[in-house]
């Protein structure tokens, strides 16, 4: 009952977070998400049942169906064409990094060599998710994005072998160099194969599903969302990387959607919209759990190297990673300046590094040198957020922004509606159908008043219900103004590039719009079922 009431407090402030950010969309909802987290804290009656943060729970529940679905948005032949590079940034880089941080850490005193090397590791996994946050409004250039993708997707496992090694280093004061090697190639490869075969048997039963008489849409659309909850704690179970598993079956999904669209388009639009609502609720939830706890901790814990210590150490931990990666961009990747800096800015820190952080309460790392960790990663965090989300500004061009579009795009909405009305006008119907179908397509300017809708509300509950011949003609009347709108935009569609991706939003509305009014509940129950 606690996890339940502390997940809906924390859903429910995510929920707030994404208003906010419709208020103000200059600011990404990944900072508003970590500030509403923070004020959360100072709000004893909704911080007292928010449960202790669980690395487990937090890596399965949240990050790996974000993991999954982010897996799902990428085809798996661009995988394949990059598979050369995602190797140099997941393992080279990822090692590379590891070195540079690790002894830049002790040869400064902040820490002994283990714990240094403990955050080193943990410094490691970039989020493509938290990048987002630092190129809203700008225009991330195809190869760079691409590579920063692709690693983010793939790097998490090496971190998790990685601090493995180092906790074990830590504990018994000694490195296992072959035994590590053989658990990062078990677990990769094993995470790999077991992701690949797994998610292709699941396909195929769902295919032989959509072709038969059993197949259910809720029941699809369920088996659907939980597959990546049951991939991970499988692998996990079998002793591989469960974050792998869950990337590799989410590009196996990729194809399957691509080739199994239109055999169901409902259940694959469904699908669409309930994993962009999880993404969204998800993506925000992480930079709220991330700002609750980071004040959580600072306000509460005692640190047993001095209480600004952690600073200094995320400073340096962040300092020596962009430098890295800097430096790999220009003499491994032959990126020039520009795109070097790019790419080295652009391994934004997340959901992982703080769940890879907590993951050390159930090893010997002592209290204070835990709290310590925390803080630090917390404070990597947050410059790998802030620092690019500045220079960026400088190295990015603008992308055209949804403000830029909207006066256009409310100008093209205003002109697609009155080519549906003058259809509609012109076509011979009874005064209260023709009334009703005019209104509902005003209502598409998004500019009809609260009192408006008030009084259409109180006609339809004091009118007679549509006879079975007014619903058929009430239903042909929008199927021919809908008709128009998508041929209007058609035209505008070519003639406006620019605004092209609004259009087609527009064209999408306007198909969505006409599947409420096509189907059995526009006639008569009793008909709908002959």
Do not use: C
């Amino acid at each position: 009952m606690n996890l339940m009431v502390s997940s809906f407090i924390l859903v429910l402030a995510a929920v707030v977070s994404i208003f906010i950010s419709r208020v103000m969309p200059q600011i990404s909802v990944n900072y508003l998400s970590l500030i509403v987290g923070i004020g959360l804290f100072f709000i004893p009656v909704l911080s007292n049942h928010i449960e202790n943060f669980n690395s487990e729970i937090f890596i399965g529940l949240i990050v790996a169906p974000l993991l999954f679905f982010e897996g799902q948005a990428t085809r798996l032949n661009a995988v394949g064409k990059e598979l050369k590079h995602i190797i140099q940034t997941t393992v080279g880089l990822v090692i590379l990094a590891l070195i540079v941080a690790g002894f830049s850490l002790a040869g400064l005193g902040l820490v002994g060599l283990p714990l240094a090397f403990i955050l080193a590791a943990i410094s490691t996994p970039t989020d493509a998710t938290a990048m987002e946050s630092v190129t809203n409004g700008l225009e991330m250039p195809s190869t760079e994005g691409t590579f920063l993708k692709m690693e983010s997707l793939f790097n998490d496992a090496s971190g998790i072998i990685l601090l493995n090694m180092a906790v074990l280093w830590y504990a018994n004061g000694y490195i296992n160099y072959g035994q590590t090697i053989i658990d990062f190639i078990i677990s990769a490869v094993g995470g790999v194969l077991f992701g690949f075969v797994s998610a292709w048997i699941m396909a195929l039963f769902r295919q032989v599903l959509l072709r038969s008489s059993y197949n259910s849409l809720n029941a699809s659309l369920l088996m659907y969302v939980i597959t990546p909850f049951i991939l991970y704690y499988a692998a996990e179970a079998i002793h591989v990387s469960g974050i792998i598993t869950v990337v590799v079956a989410g590009l196996v999904h990729n194809a399957e959607a691509q080739r199994s669209r239109l055999i169901n388009a409902q259940q694959v639009h469904f699908a669409f919209d309930l994993v962009s609502m999880i993404t969204e609720i998800f993506n925000s939830m992480v930079f709220v759990v991330l700002g609750f706890m980071f004040i959580k901790i600072l306000v509460n814990e005692q640190f047993g190297h001095g209480s600004l210590n952690f600073l200094l150490i995320g400073l340096v931990l962040y300092i020596s990673n962009v430098l890295v990666r800097y430096s790999y961009g220009r003499l491994r990747l032959s990126f020039k300046n520009r795109p070097a800096w790019i790419f080295a800015l652009g391994g934004v820190h997340g959901a992982v590094t703080l769940a890879l952080a907590y993951t050390l309460t159930d090893t010997a790392v002592g209290r204070g040198d835990f709290n310590l960790v925390l803080m630090a990663a917390s404070t990597l965090i947050i410059l790998s957020m802030v620092v690019p989300t500045i220079i960026f500004r400088w190295l990015l061009k603008p992308a055209l922004t949804d403000d830029e579009a909207t006066s256009e795009i409310d100008q093209i909405r205003v002109a697609m509606v009155h080519h549906a009305i003058d259809t509609v006008q012109k076509m011979y119907l009874p005064s209260n159908v023709k009334e009703s179908v005019i209104f509902d397509l005003m209502t598409q300017k998004q500019r009809t008043r609260t009192r408006d809708f008030a009084r259409a509300w109180v006609d339809v509950v004091r009118r007679p219900e549509f006879t079975g011949a007014e619903k058929e003609l009430e239903m042909r009347a929008f199927m021919n103004a809908l008709e128009q709108e998508r041929q209007y935009l058609d035209m505008i569609s070519q003639r406006e590039v620019k605004y092209q991706k609004y259009v087609f939003k527009l064209y999408n509305e306007t198909l969505l719009a006409e599947s409420l009014v096509i189907g059995p509940t526009i006639f008569d129950k009793d008909k709908a079922t002959e």
